[in-house]
């Protein structure tokens, strides 16, 4: 057996020895394929079962409904017995307190077992030459997509040998040292690269999910755009993060030329012509009215012929297959029971949901108006309204009576994502006398605060919609709606587009070398034609007006303007925790008290109305520097004695 091999197969009961019953991988028919192993790779049956061990790996990364870095963020509050959301926030983790984030060593595994596929794929001949390069190409799109992940969180990792290590060596002469950013990054673009020349630009829908050509340009745009941010480019306040050889790990000179290469990525999904943002055409029947500033034409041009609202919720709620949402470039196929989770936890009690999810009010803030405008800068034609209550004559599709007027008014991916007090829940596959229901957070109320469930309400009196489709049900007779959980989608293409042009300086060119063999170079400078063609479709998809044109010409204006964007679009997707690091702007929005609504109220009498008062909730967010990243656990700085913690534990 090749050493390769075995140190696979070393690490593979080591780690499933040390989570016990946590079994994520069948070990028996692991362990009989190894000792088969120069069989392995001769049949196209077992070597296809490989890569689908491979993909298997994506599984062990956080989701929307198990991985706390979702709700650790300024975004949203997980109201649950354990106070998880409380010590991520909190910084309560530690080397030897690790939370629910000790993934390091499963991903490793997942790398190593990527490493055997890429090494020995070419061995089966049961296959075509073209076959055999496509999935080599997804086994070094899934092993940078693991590397990936441990850099988001741990900084610079360790680069595993291809070649596989020596066992005969000592102990410590196996030990590794963390790799620098731009080697860690080199590595992976190099894995990307290889793979966007190999990968087709679509399947079959029966092999929806897999790696395609566009899922790997999109992932290096996702990398370089990290690489190039404010946390890894020119971080001068990490000169002390290093590794064993005394090697500075974080790039201590800023380079604009990292912003040139992730725009480059992104511009070469934009031109493969195969993404586009998802619409729902209006219906004759819509009620939704644009507002004068908002173009009338056919989107992209404007947002005359579809429907804001239907077009972001149907994107996340299943209603819609993925064989005609062009907007998805890499999810997760086997995903739903994540995202259903998710929305089971968002669900109302009385209908029997968790009712632990609520969106801060810091998030309710940032969505802007119907005329996009800010809330505290309202028009007369779209008013916030501090008191009152909607009646027949002032409530809305989306604000039915007896609801708050502050909720009216609002952009549609707010009413698309945001349940707040007295919004409707259709509940359609419920027994009839069950749909249709009116949910309420006040004290005392169906789902607000109670002695008796003191987990089972929005701490901020402020729900959450997002992935909630009409039709799902946890009441007798209902069902779920098949959901996809999105990883990387063209929205978000667009707005690293429109981030990465925006940084480069007035007048500078780059030209940068085309992934795609044939292609020609990509010019990239800061034109403010192509950050507003990136930039207006999301805008107008939300029915809401481009921005002005001073908006555009400020460096400083546009990009505050660019981060409020994608906390609105990309809301639970995943995204803030992690932007809010590379931007290195944690310490200043995740350093102070969540605020939400007044959730001692009850619902009747004055306190009615004092409800809607914002109050600082429980918890109160604390950030020090060391939470930019996680800290190694003791048990791998015993394994690896040339890995160096992270600055601050």
């Known amino acids: 057996m090749r050493k390769q091999s075995i140190l696979l197969l070393t690490a593979v009961i080591t780690l499933v020895a040390s989570q016990g019953c946590q079994r994520y991988l069948d070990v028996s028919s692991y362990v009989r394929d190894m000792t088969q192993y120069d069989s392995v790779f001769v049949k196209r049956t077992t070597t296809e079962q490989w890569l689908w061990n491979c993909y298997n790996y994506l599984n062990q990364l956080p989701t929307i409904s198990n991985g706390a870095l979702w709700y650790a963020s300024d975004e949203i509050i997980y109201n649950d017995e354990g106070n998880t959301c409380q010590m991520y926030q ?14 390091y060593a499963t991903i490793y595994v997942g790398v ?9 794929v070419h061995r089966c001949e049961e296959v075509t030459t073209r076959q055999r390069d496509q999935m080599e190409g997804e086994a070094r799109f899934l092993r940078a997509c693991l590397y990936f992940n441990l850099f988001k969180q741990y900084g610079p990792v360790p680069l595993v040998p291809d070649e596989g290590q020596d066992l005969s060596k000592d102990y410590d002469e196996l030990a590794l040292t963390r790799a620098t950013t731009d080697q860690l990054v080199d590595f992976m673009i190099s894995d990307l690269d290889r793979a966007v020349n190999v990968l087709p630009t679509e399947y079959a829908s029966t092999y929806l999910g897999r790696a395609t050509q566009g899922a790997a340009l999109a992932l290096k745009a996702k990398i370089l755009m990290f690489a190039a941010s404010p946390l890894y480019n020119g971080n001068t306040e990490l000169y ?14 800023y380079d604009e030329s990292k912003w040139a290469r992730a725009a480059a990525a992104c511009k070469e999904v934009i031109d493969l012509g195969e993404y586009s943002l998802f619409t729902v055409r209006k219906k004759s029947t819509s009620t939704f ?14 947002a005359g012929d579809i429907d804001p609202y239907e077009s972001y919720a149907q994107l996340f709620n299943g209603e819609t297959p993925l064989t005609i949402n062009g907007e998805f470039i890499f999810f997760r196929q086997n995903g739903s ?3 259903n989770e998710f929305v089971r936890k968002c669900f109302p009690r009385s209908h029997n949901g968790g009712n632990s999810m609520s969106a801060t009010y810091k998030q309710v803030d940032a969505y802007y108006m119907a005329d996009g405008r800010d809330p505290e800068n309202a028009s007369d034609d779209y008013p916030l309204y501090a008191d009152g209550f909607t009646d027949v004559t002032t409530s809305t599709l989306y604000v039915p009576q007896n609801c708050h007027k502050m909720w009216l008014n609002r952009e549609s991916r707010f009413y698309a994502s945001i349940a707040f007090n007295g919004c409707l829940w259709e509940n359609l596959t419920a027994e009839q006398t069950l749909q249709n229901f009116y949910c309420n957070y006040y004290r005392s109320g169906g789902d607000g605060k109670t002695l008796s469930k003191p987990y089972n309400y929005p701490l901020t009196g402020i729900g959450v919609k997002k992935y909630y489709d009409p039709d799902d049900s946890w009441d007798e007779g209902g069902r779920l709606t098949h959901k996809p959980m999105p990883l990387i989608r063209y929205a978000d293409v667009l707005l690293w587009y429109a981030e990465a042009l925006n940084e480069l300086s007035d007048g500078a060119s780059y030209t940068i070398p085309a992934t795609v063999d044939g292609n020609p170079d990509i010019v990239v400078t800061r034109n403010l034609d192509e950050i507003h063609s990136a930039i207006k479709p999301i805008r107008f998809r939300a029915g809401l007006p481009d921005y002005v044109n001073a908006d555009y010409e400020s460096r400083d204006l546009l990009r505050t303007r660019i981060k409020r964007e994608r906390q609105v679009e990309l809301f639970m997707e995943g995204t803030r925790y992690w932007d809010l690091r590379r931007w290195k702007d944690a310490k200043i929005e995740e350093n102070s008290a969540v605020m939400g609504l007044n959730v001692e109220m009850k619902g009747s009498g004055t306190q009615r109305e004092r409800f809607y008062t914002v109050t600082p909730t ?22 690896n004695i040339k890995l160096t913690q992270n600055p601050g534990y």
Request: proline residues 8%; negative net charge.
């Open 90 to 103: 909190n910084g309560e983790y530690s080397p030897s307190n690790q939370l629910w984030e000790d993934r």
């Open 112 to 120: 190593r077992v990527c490493s055997e596929f890429i090494h020995n």
């Open 337 to 339: 029971a994540n995202v």
């Open 289 to 302: 009215v644009l507002p004068d500033n908002v173009p009338s034409g056919n989107f992209p041009d404007g």
């Open 618 to 639: 429980q918890i109160t967010k604390v950030f020090m520097d060391k939470m930019y990243f996680w800290p190694f656990s003791e048990a791998e700085m015993v394994r």
């Open 240 to 253: 002390n993060m290093r590794n064993s050889d005394g090697e500075v790990l974080i790039p201590q000179t």
